[in-house]
């Protein structure tokens, strides 16, 4: 008698182990709990400016679980916590910025907060003014093709950064020369208090895509599985020569923009609360109850990521200041001598 062929479980329909799930999970849980802490040392008045990445995880995870650590460039946004753990960063990296310390790999305590860089990891220094870091992106992707080097670039930005120019020049120009490069935006309804109906007049950002003869294409963002098998798709059109795709993540910030806004001006606390019944953290949790992980282990991991954050403040803030005298060092030339 013939066996009846198991159904696939979706992970591995995408290539995916059990085990890329959980460690996926893993990190989603410590982009949470870094950005709670973050919130707190900013009201206890210990860091002067932080923003987070509550609600973005599984759009952050998932798609930079398709870098290939050391050899694609990642250019990422302010809001990626998610995509500097995925590669390799830790939540000490992440408390050295906050507390602008000279060991903060980013700048050396110089930038504002979250302006992930980091040359081991392939990850590109942007600047605050936002969608800049578009028209870098295309132009690593430009030097892959010119160079006949192997490297795929995977570039962030929120809904709001598709509307400064840069965006449209990057777009049109990865699209001509079939770059690359892929697009990945974080689209969580708002830019600061703008709603993202005051933002384009077409429904979804994926829509911009056409226009330069691209694909576009839309992951949920609540759904971590979901948000790798689009970015993955794109990334793999890419390795295979054939160019750019933007790919919209449609998700929602939990938090205030920043620490320094107050949110209750611009929504409404049921828009919130329904945002949050679709978790992106509780969904993969279920998904991986359903794969019959232990409910122990995810607790395990809960405590354990505590413990390494608490531990990873205290290192961090008993790291050392920059030096006064250091301060134009990377603004102006140093002298020779
Ligand atoms: C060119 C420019 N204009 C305005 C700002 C101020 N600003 C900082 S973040 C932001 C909102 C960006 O929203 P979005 O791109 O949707 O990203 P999100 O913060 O929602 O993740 C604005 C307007 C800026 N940094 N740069
Ligand atoms: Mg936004």
């Known amino acids: 008698m013939k066996m009846a062929a198991r159904t696939k479980a979706r992970h591995e329909s995408l290539g995916l182990s059990l085990e890329d799930v959980v460690q996926m999970y893993r990190v989603m849980l410590q982009t ?67 507390f602008a310390k000279a060991t903060d790999p980013n700048s050396g305590g110089r930038q504002i907060v979250n302006q992930f860089s980091d040359v081991k990891a392939k990850m590109l220094s942007g600047s605050v003014h936002i969608a800049t870091q578009f028209p870098h992106a295309v132009g690593l992707a430009l030097a892959a093709k010119i160079r006949k080097q192997d490297h795929i670039v995977v570039t962030y930005g929120g809904e709001g950064a598709t509307s400064p120019g840069d965006f449209h020049e990057a777009m049109n120009f990865a699209a001509v020369h079939e770059l690359p490069v892929v697009f990945v935006i974080e689209n969580n309804q708002y830019a600061i208090s703008t709603p993202v109906k005051l933002q384009m007049a077409v429904a979804n950002v994926a829509d911009r895509a056409a226009a330069y003869g691209m694909p576009g294409v839309i992951a949920d963002g609540t759904d971590v599985l979901d948000v790798y098998e689009k970015t993955k798709q794109a990334c793999d059109r890419a390795r295979g020569g054939d160019g750019p795709t933007l790919v919209e993540v449609k998700c929602y910030r939990y938090r205030p923009h920043s620490s320094d806004d107050d949110d209750s001006r611009y929504r409404s606390k049921d828009e919130l609360q329904a945002w949050l019944q679709k978790d992106p953290i509780d969904k ?54």
């Open 32 to 98: 949470r709990m870094i950005g709670e802490r973050m919130m707190q040392l900013n009201r206890m008045g210990k860091a002067m400016f932080v923003g987070v990445a509550d609600g973005h995880e599984a759009a952050e995870v998932g798609s930079a679980w398709c870098i290939r650590k050391g050899v694609d460039w990642c250019v990422p946004y302010y809001r990626d916590v998610g995509v500097a753990l995925v590669l390799g960063q830790t939540a000490k990296d992440q408390f050295l910025g906050v």
């Open 284 to 337: 993969a949790a279920a998904y991986l109850l359903q794969q019959a992980v232990a409910a122990s282990r995810l607790e395990d991991m809960r405590q354990e990521i505590a413990a390494d954050i608490e531990a990873a403040i205290t290192a961090a803030e008993n790291d050392p200041d920059p030096d006064p005298a250091t301060l134009t060092r990377y603004v102006y030339g140093e002298d020779a001598e």
